[in-house]
């Protein structure tokens, strides 16, 4: 498809599982972001990849949160030993702009709604 | 720290009314300023962005803005809503090289036909 894809597209877990959420961004697309967005709030930002490299994670809540990039294109957002405050949908978005370069337009994924019981 | 703020949480009109939803922003330097809409199961979508320029920006589905700098503000309008508009509207900003976009809190609209 055209689009940004995530998958899965609901997740429960149990506190304390790990959970691991995809992403597939659009071709070509040089930069992609993380969100997370709790119930009735505007998504806040996770971290952020130019390619392969991750610059900048200061949005990941605990060291429990990891993200990869590894070849560029699709990203995992993992999180280990969930807790309860981690239910809420995670959003990934892909841009065909660069870090210097001016903003483009965001292309946002349905997002993974994660639910940890 | 930068930050932006909707003021409205919950709106509801009837079709036709004219429709405005404010947006405060809190940044320094160049800031770019964006809205983004959510229909009801849908992704996020860009309705408009403001960069630099003609502080009157126009979007998709006749949605505009207004960049107001002297109050750090760009509300969204629309003259006339239609049921089809009912979603929840997201303010964004971002500064140039920072590749972070920051959301308000978003407001539902609600159009009744």
């Known amino acids: 498809g055209a689009g940004v894809s995530q998958s899965p597209r609901y997740k429960v877990a149990k506190r304390g599982q790990d959970v691991a959420l995809r992403c597939d961004p659009i071709s070509g697309h040089v930069s992609l972001f993380w969100y997370q967005q709790a119930l009735g709030q505007g998504p806040e930002f996770l971290t952020y990849?130019?390619?392969?490299?991750?610059?900048?994670k200061s949005g990941l809540p605990s060291d429990r949160f990891f993200a990869e990039r590894p070849e560029g294109s699709v990203s995992t957002l993992k999180i280990q030993r969930t807790q309860q405050e981690d239910s809420a949908v995670y959003l990934c978005?892909?841009?065909?702009?660069?870090?210097?370069?001016?903003?483009?337009?965001?292309?946002f994924g349905e997002g993974s709604r994660l639910t940890v019981l | 720290a930068q930050s932006v703020s909707q003021h409205n949480h919950h709106v509801i009109l009837s079709e036709a009314a004219s429709l405005e939803l404010g947006c405060n922003y809190s940044y320094g330097g160049t800031v770019n300023l964006f809205w983004y809409v959510q229909y009801p199961g849908q992704h996020l979508q860009l309705l408009l962005k403001y960069f630099s320029g003609d502080p009157l920006v126009k979007g998709i589905k006749g949605f505009e803005a207004e960049f107001i700098k002297s109050k750090f503000s760009f509300n969204l309008r629309k003259p006339s809503v239609q049921w089809s508009d009912t979603a929840e509207y997201f303010c964004?900003?971002?500064?140039?090289?920072?590749?972070?976009?920051?959301f308000g809190t978003g407001t539902r609209l609600l159009v009744s036909p």
């Open positions: 978005a892909s841009s065909l702009a660069g870090r210097w370069d001016q903003p483009g337009e965001l292309f």
């Open positions: 964004a900003a971002m500064n140039t090289g920072f590749q972070k976009l920051v």
């Open positions: 990849f130019q390619n392969e490299a991750q610059l900048d």
